[in-house]
């Protein structure tokens, strides 16, 4: 029952606080305070896990017994760093808080339910649940953007939640597309990944993989369907674009490995390769578009497309060597090393991203933009900021010694045996993110001391302690997942073998 009580302990606490009407700084700290104690039960967890058990610490109670839905959680090498990405980041973003927000008790109530849908998707073993889970984030998103955000927040918050919820509906469309394949009929994901549904008939099961993979392809979001993600993340407030982009983007592409693969392994073959080339685009369009924005908070929403591709070009590759590789044995190995990199990258994807935007969030509470034209020669008086900024953004252009390097490494070494020319492609992504990364650094932090109109330069604060200890954390995990990826290979390596040899069968 661990892991119940870590996916709704969140919740739960949240209720207390509206019902009691506690203090508003009481509820800042008891954010704090339960999502310290997630922090404390996910490592706890992660401390007793076996990476080669399989799904561990499962519960399974009845709920709809006539379509075989149920209450069934678990947790495996795959889900586990993403309960883990979480509990940290919802973390760092309750600290954050603590600098002062308006109407922080429904704001602390409103995150804390926004943190059960996450570990909640993440923990999910039931279509059903998953769904539920799924379709309540987008809720709980709007109403932070719409409630907290600035600019055009309410537009941005309606663009956000018809976009996605639409994608949602796509996604139920395929998951009773799998419930009627199923037999005997079920919701049950580990039941659906024992015995596939639609195996053999190629058209239906087609079909099937289309509605999944908009539903899912919303959400990641990748190229087209990426429409909604800048004007979120822009006017979302900067604790929403942490969690937008860390956590709430990863239940798009834990769906791909959760759900689709397993579920769909001959129409994931049949189709990896049109699955790459959404993957490379995704890549270069997100990294393109990116190196023309004049506004550092939008220019990190469009690098979250150009990182989501390298997470579908990796599971994408593993469709392509379970189809059409001689010797099982290498395609196999490379295929482990790809979908270990995909996984790795979300993990490491959230930890930059979100500490991207929290760091842009500087800027806004000092000068109320996020226009690089409003904005120069910070480095020599907030140093704080300028070494935050730096480290995320070196992390994110994939320099060695950070996660971004040893996730990207594996996607393309795993990759590269299928997909050269994919491979190829791909990498003139990494030469984009790291002149448009330069570039923002150079603009904002060398040449003249440039700040906002009316804005005293002498009154630009460095970062806040408060500050600093929320965005420390997350890169100094990034840190030690790339000075010692085995920390998080060797707990997702066995799980993403099993998955390949789930997409091979």
Same mark, same amino acid.
Do not use: C, M
């Given at each position: 029952m661990l892991l119940t009580v870590v996916v709704l302990l969140p919740v739960l606490a949240g209720l207390v606080l509206v019902a009691a009407r506690v203090p508003d700084r009481?509820?800042?700290?008891?954010?704090?305070?339960?999502?310290?104690?997630?922090?404390?039960?996910?490592?706890?967890?992660?401390?007793?896990?076996?990476?080669?058990?399989?799904?561990?610490?499962?519960?399974?109670?009845?709920?709809?017994?006539?379509?075989?839905?149920?209450?069934?959680?678990?947790?495996?090498?795959?889900?586990?760093?993403?309960?883990g990405l979480t509990a940290v980041l919802f973390w760092c973003c309750a600290v954050w808080s603590l600098r002062g927000t308006p109407r922080p008790r429904s704001h602390a109530a409103l995150f804390l339910l926004l943190q059960t849908t996450c570990l909640g998707t993440f923990a999910a073993l039931d279509l059903i649940l998953f769904f539920l889970f799924f379709d309540l984030s987008i809720v709980a998103m709007y109403f932070v953007i719409a409630g907290w955000g600035h600019g055009d927040r309410r537009r941005?918050?309606?663009?956000?939640?018809?976009?996605?919820?639409?994608?949602?509906?796509?996604?139920?469309?395929?998951?009773?597309?799998?419930?009627?394949?199923?037999?005997?009929?079920?919701?049950?994901?580990?039941?659906?990944?024992?015995?596939?549904?639609?195996?053999?008939?190629? =058209?239906?099961?087609?079909?099937?993989?289309?509605?999944?993979?908009?539903?899912?392809?919303?959400?990641?979001?990748?190229?087209?369907?990426?429409?909604?993600?800048?004007?979120?993340?822009?006017?979302?407030?900067?604790?929403?674009?942490?969690?937008?982009?860390g956590v709430l983007l990863k239940l798009g592409t834990f769906g791909f490995v959760r759900i689709v693969m397993p579920t769909l392994p001959e129409a994931w073959q049949r189709w990896g390769t049109w699955i790459v080339v959404v993957g490379v685009v995704s890549v270069l369009w997100g990294a393109l578009v990116a190196l023309a924005q004049d506004d550092l908070k939008r220019m990190i929403a469009y690098t979250s497309v150009n990182h989501m591709g390298y997470v579908l070009l990796g599971l994408g590759a593993v469709g392509v060597l379970a189809r059409g590789s001689t010797d099982a044995a290498d395609a196999a190995g490379a295929a482990g090393v790809a979908a270990t990199g995909a996984v790795v990258q979300m993990v490491s994807?959230?930890?930059?991203?979100?500490?991207?935007?929290?760091?842009?969030?500087?800027?806004?509470?000092?000068?109320?933009?996020?226009?690089?034209?409003?904005?120069?020669?910070?480095?020599?008086?907030?140093?704080?900021?300028?070494?935050?900024?730096?480290? =995320?953004?070196?992390?994110?252009?994939?320099?060695?010694?950070?996660?971004?390097?040893?996730?990207?490494?594996?996607?393309? =070494?795993?990759?590269?045996?299928?997909?050269?020319?994919?491979?190829?492609?791909?990498?003139?992504?990494?030469?984009?993110?790291?002149?448009l990364f330069l570039r923002a650094l150079q603009r904002l932090l060398t040449g003249d001391l440039r700040v906002p109109e009316g804005l005293d330069a002498t009154a630009v604060g460095d970062v806040t302690t408060t500050e600093r200890v929320a965005v420390v954390p997350l890169l100094a995990l990034s840190v030690a997942v790339g000075l010692v990826p085995w920390l998080l290979v060797d707990v997702v390596g066995p799980a993403a073998d099993g998955l390949v040899a789930l997409v091979a069968r």
């Open positions: 009481v509820a800042s700290w008891a954010w704090v305070a339960t999502s310290s104690a997630v922090v404390a039960l996910v490592a706890w967890i992660w401390w007793g896990f076996d990476a080669g058990g399989g799904v561990q610490n499962d519960v399974k109670l009845r709920w709809i017994p006539t379509v075989d839905a149920s209450y069934h959680v678990g947790v495996d090498g795959l889900s586990l760093p993403l309960l941005s918050a309606l663009t956000f939640f018809l976009y996605t919820f639409l994608g949602s509906l796509a996604l139920l469309l395929g998951f009773i597309g799998l419930f009627l394949g199923s037999e005997p009929r079920t919701f049950d994901i580990v039941r659906l990944v024992e015995d596939p549904p639609w195996a053999g008939q190629d =058209a239906t099961a087609s079909w099937v993989l289309l509605a999944l993979f908009v539903g899912l392809a919303v959400k990641t979001p990748l190229f087209p369907f990426h429409t909604w993600l800048p004007p979120a993340h822009t006017d979302a407030p900067a604790e929403g674009s942490a969690v937008l982009a994807h959230g930890l930059l991203t979100g500490a991207l935007f929290l760091v842009a969030g500087v800027l806004w509470n000092r000068g109320g933009t996020y226009a690089f034209a409003r904005w120069g020669g910070l480095g020599r008086v907030v140093p704080g900021f300028a070494v935050l900024l730096s480290v =995320a953004a070196f992390g994110s252009l994939g320099l060695p010694g950070l996660s971004g390097f040893v996730a990207e490494f594996q996607v393309f =070494a795993g990759s590269l045996a299928a997909v050269p020319v994919a491979v190829a492609i791909a990498v003139v992504g990494i030469l984009l993110t790291a002149g």
